[in-house]
């Protein structure tokens, strides 16, 4: 069987969980990690080492090798970037999670992909992409109701960085948690108004730097406007063994819930989770699963960006279309 | 704006709740009820009357009035010979579910749907519907890892009327429900072998006829084979007024788990529960929001029968594709 073959732009956390991924998977395979820096520079975590660096640059010589393109940047100024231009090259999945900007990022990649002839998935992942799959079917199932997102228990990139940017602090980890409360109050299903403050809270590991006001930080924590001024926040102050030993993994997950009725009385809830030990392995095992979908839909000739709103289940399992429907339907 | 214009054949508990649904929904209309009965003497609900009844041997008479027709019989005789007969007349969606017969019953009416140039969507609803899309979609997104769907707590039909079929029984409920426990061991993330006993027991309530043998029941029940003999079952006898009072809704719901790895050692865990006050109102919600899709599919030149699998989730909701991504992407 031919293979898919994948390539990767980006080598962060997402990057090294889609060459994971690409190792769960029978049907693909890893072309070559692409990357701004010298090649040379790359230091490949050691289950990654022989596949192949190459300068981003030089990715237009890979089109005739490279199926689909996962495009692993940060959604604030690489993928802005980089969808469009990607798009031009390659069929491409990317995980542009600034969801407030999709409805503008969405036609620069359809216009770029259209134009050349290619397929892009935007903003998969989990929230955007599993989240939003599960928001648009639970509200479509359940039209007069409710829908609630909760985030955690997980770690905050975000916010941790924010921490780190205050005076006197040396590196901190915060993790954003759904109150157990909260989750159960929606599963009543009457449909409680819940302020932010009531539906998580923050707790946060701080390692001060020597000497600095541990008050004073806590203080310009907590009081942080956007990011921690509108939750309950926890700080924790710890030395930085501490926090290497205990926080030096990216745990999260999450919640939606559709809460409504079927008639006057009667209720229905659909609850889904996720709870997962590493964010960015479960997010590149979600885009390479589409990557495949993408694939098998460009074959077929569609092009243009799509999002998960627009991909038929079938085409992400290896099973032929008549197994699926004998086992899993 | 046109509505979707919908009909209804059978008028059974999927059938009300079908109608019920139609409510719920802004853009569809219910156009009428199909009976294999005389019309005259099926008894509308409340909320129903003034809904057209009609002979269901007329139906191909309406063939330029309803855009979507839903088929709300039994799978054991009614779909295997309605499926492909409707399919030539109408788009459909129907609910069969008996999983075993779906690789016999998709090809019949994918022949009569093709022929005839309509769109049916078999085997919708929860299981099969929404749990088979849970199972393809956490499947493919965590290939290694085991899948696990638990039923529950609600009323099993079938199992009911298995009872009701003992001698010396006036009546009975029948209640599936899931171990909480084994649940929790699913959770857990470390993919338990369950046997059928461990995952699910029953809770009979049984009206037992003036002087009938109690214990003879019970024991009829408890080892009656396929239905009772691999669980634990629990049997109370009660008064029919107890059981009338009681025991007279249709609740149901359920659990969808994929619990996977990321790595040799990162766990992740899919979960999805629906929990029903009325399970054929629910079934009938999700049948309704599916036959919008249809409709759709149908009015872009698709044709044959289709699964679950086959729906991009965009074409179930009402807001335009570029709102979807707006707000729910």
């Known amino acids: 069987m031919q293979k898919i073959r994948l390539g990767i732009v980006g080598y962060g956390n997402i990057g090294r969980g889609v060459a994971q991924a690409v190792r769960m998977n029978d049907d693909m395979e890893l072309v070559g990690i692409f990357s701004r820096r010298d090649p040379a520079s790359v230091k490949l975590d050691a289950a990654d080492v022989g596949t192949p660096v190459y300068a981003a640059a030089d990715a237009e010589k890979f089109q005739d090798d490279i199926d689909v393109m996962i495009l692993c940047g940060g959604s604030a100024t690489d993928l802005p970037e980089q969808g469009p231009a990607y798009a031009k090259l390659f069929n491409t999945v990317d995980s542009f999670d600034t969801h407030a900007k999709i409805p503008e990022y969405f036609p620069k990649v359809d216009a770029a992909a259209k134009e050349a002839g290619h397929l892009s998935l935007i903003s998969c992942g989990w929230d955007p992409g599993l989240f939003s799959m599960m928001r648009i079917l639970s509200g479509a199932c359940l039209p007069q109701g409710e829908v609630y997102t909760f985030w955690g228990d997980g770690v905050s990139q975000g916010h941790s960085d924010a921490i ?53 930080i806590e203080q310009a924590i907590v009081t942080m406007p956007n990011y921690f001024d509108e939750y309950n926040t926890i700080v924790h102050f710890i030395t930085m063994e501490e926090l290497l030993r205990d926080h030096g993994t990216m745990p999260h997950g999450g919640f ?40 098998r839909m460009a074959k077929e000739g569609n092009t243009g960006a799509v999002s998960v709103f627009d991909i038929p289940l079938r085409y992400l399992c290896t099973l032929s279309y008549e197994e699926q429907r004998a086992k899993l339907l």
Chains 1, 2 share one sequence.
């Open 256 to 295: 939606v819930f559709r809460s409504g009725k079927t008639d006057e009385n009667n209720k229905a809830i659909v609850e889904f989770s996720l709870k997962l030990d590493s964010n960015p392995q479960f997010t590149a095992s979600v885009l390479v699963t589409f990557a495949r979908a993408v694939y």
């Open 164 to 216: 780190r940017r205050v005076p006197g602090v040396r590196h901190a980890v915060q993790y954003t948690r759904p109150y157990p409360e909260a989750l159960d109050a929606v599963r009543t299903g009457d449909c409680p108004n819940l302020t932010t403050r009531q539906k998580h809270y923050r707790e946060c590991f701080v390692v001060a730097e020597d000497g600095a006001d541990t008050d004073a």
